[in-house]
């Protein structure tokens, strides 16, 4: 025992208070990401670019060290379909502007726990796609789009930043299916802290996979 801990000094935790910050859009989606993992630090942007850059604005830099996007989004690529969890390595904003973000450790994270995801491009749009603008988008080398990862993104500043979503429409199936927030994002919440432990601590052992149902 160190003479600092004998003498009661005070011992900070390996990671900061809050070492992951999640942004959800939507309400419901920050329900189901709580109940899937409640030591989570989850934050409410609403929907749309506008709320986004409003949560960037907000947002302090030193009250997190990883961030993370999460909720539902819309399939471009075929091989998605309603229930596919989409990381993302590369996010497009409509004007262009192109920021990365950690699919790799994301998707090593979910695997981990027993969990299969979809990598690729994700495009930010306003307002939903459907029918031949999926095409339009999918020959472009875009996969998936939502309405906020790209804007939020911009909070990163070189912080661990990832976005996972759970798909609820795609290319012949463009119908909103309530049910896959818990079987998606509420299964899906607890890879994200792991993912952020290992982008921050890179020793520390991934997580096994144990435990992948939903509490």
């Given at each position: 025992?160190s ?21 959800t ?14 030591s ?14 409003a ?9 997190a ?6 909720g ?22 409509p004007?262009?502007?192109v920021?990365p ?21 994700l ?17 472009r ?7 906020e ?15 996972l979503?759970?798909?609820v ?38 997580a ?8």
């Open positions: 025992m003479a600092a801990v004998r003498a009661g000094a005070r011992v900070e935790p390996a990671l900061p208070l809050w070492s992951l910050w999640v942004w859009p939507l309400a419901v989606e920050a329900w189901a990401v709580r109940a899937g993992d409640r989570l630090y989850v934050e409410r942007t609403g929907m749309g670019a506008e709320r986004a850059r949560a960037v604005r907000r947002h302090e830099p030193g009250r060290s990883a961030l993370a996007v999460a539902l989004c819309g399939a471009v690529d075929l091989a998605l379909t309603p229930g596919s969890v989409f990381v993302a390595d590369r996010l497009e904003t004007e262009g502007a920021l973000a950690d699919g790799a450790g994301l998707a090593r994270a979910l695997r981990a726990r027993g969990m299969a995801a979809h990598r690729g491009t495009l930010g749009v306003e307002r939903v796609v459907t029918g031949e603008d999926r095409q339009r988008l999918r020959a080398g875009i996969d998936a789009v939502d309405m990862s790209p804007w939020l993104a911009a909070a990163a500043a070189g912080r661990p930043f990832a976005v979503r759970v798909v429409d795609a290319p012949g199936a463009e119908l909103y299916r309530a049910g896959l927030l818990r079987h998606g994002l509420r299964r899906t919440a607890p890879a994200l802290a792991d993912w952020a432990r290992c982008a921050l601590l890179p020793d520390e052992p991934v096994t996979a144990e435990a992948t149902e939903p509490r």
